[in-house]
């Protein structure tokens, strides 16, 4: 073991860092760098460009004036006032105190009803009315008007119109059905307009073509019906044919005489 890792070397070091001055035991390294020093300043007082209509000292900013030297007296080594000049009691609610009718004080107040009776007044005796309240009542009822009637509420089943349907509604209810006709009626003539349709030239053609073909098959049929018609059922089968050529001759007549066709949904 090493003599410096002894108990002396301690107590040593401790005597030696007691005799050091304590700027040396505070000494650090970033106390060496120059700190920047920040110069404040203020700057001139903000006025506003735009002239006040009232200068700053006639504001009061909510405060209360007091009268100088009002409560306290004057300084010392003044020359003292008028004792009227302090301030006195109730002054500063002069206008709260223009209202009071009487003197708020110990001996004078304002009585607002009659004083009581005292306990050694006593009541006059002997006194006598002449007042006859019995006959005073009675006129004063013969003479009393009677009060007016309350108004009844009115008997609407007394009316000359009860039970029946007010003007203004049949005046609407016949507005609104006439309304209803013309849209219906629009509506017709738009879906007639819709379904309604010119045939095409092409078409037309097609159609006689069509027409003539259908002809020619069911003349071929009727050509070969025998001469003889001798049962119903032939004589009913010469029938349907000649109805259907007669059909379909009138057909083709209609679209080749016309060339405008219009066609509508039925």
Not at 32 to 48: F, T
Not at 164 to 182: D, T
Not at 247 to 266: A, F, Y
Request: hydrophobic content about 35%.
């Amino acid at each position: 073991m090493s003599p410096t890792a002894g108990p002396g070397y301690c107590q040593e070091a401790a005597q030696q860092s007691e005799g050091m001055p304590s700027d040396f035991a505070d000494e650090n390294v970033y106390s060496l760098v120059s700190k920047p020093q920040n110069d404040i300043s203020r700057g001139p007082r903000y006025r506003s460009k735009y002239a006040g209509r009232l200068d700053n000292k006639e504001l009061s900013f909510g405060r209360r004036e007091h009268k100088k030297f009002a409560t306290m007296g004057l300084a010392k080594g003044k020359v003292t006032s008028r004792p009227e000049d302090f301030l006195r009691r109730h002054a500063s609610h002069a206008k709260a105190a223009q209202g009071i009718l009487a003197v708020h004080s110990k001996h004078n107040k304002m009585c607002r009803k009659a004083p009581l009776v005292s306990r050694t007044e006593r009541p006059i005796m002997g006194l006598h009315s002449g007042q006859n309240c019995v006959h005073e009542n009675a006129v004063k009822n013969i003479r009393m008007h009677p009060p007016p009637a309350r108004p009844q509420a009115p008997r609407y089943v007394q009316k000359a119109d009860y039970g029946r349907v007010p003007g203004y509604l049949q005046h609407n209810k016949a507005q609104i059905a006439k309304e209803k006709a013309r849209q219906d009626a629009l509506l017709l003539a738009a879906e007639e307009e819709r379904a309604s349709k010119i045939l095409p030239e092409e078409e037309r053609l097609q159609l006689v073509r069509q027409l003539k073909l259908k002809w020619a098959q069911i003349n071929t049929q009727f050509l070969r019906l025998p001469f003889t018609l001798d049962t119903p059922a032939k004589r009913r089968r010469k029938e349907v044919y000649e109805a259907q050529l007669a059909q379909i001759e009138k057909d083709i007549r209609l679209l080749q005489h016309n060339e405008k066709i219009v066609v509508t949904g039925d």
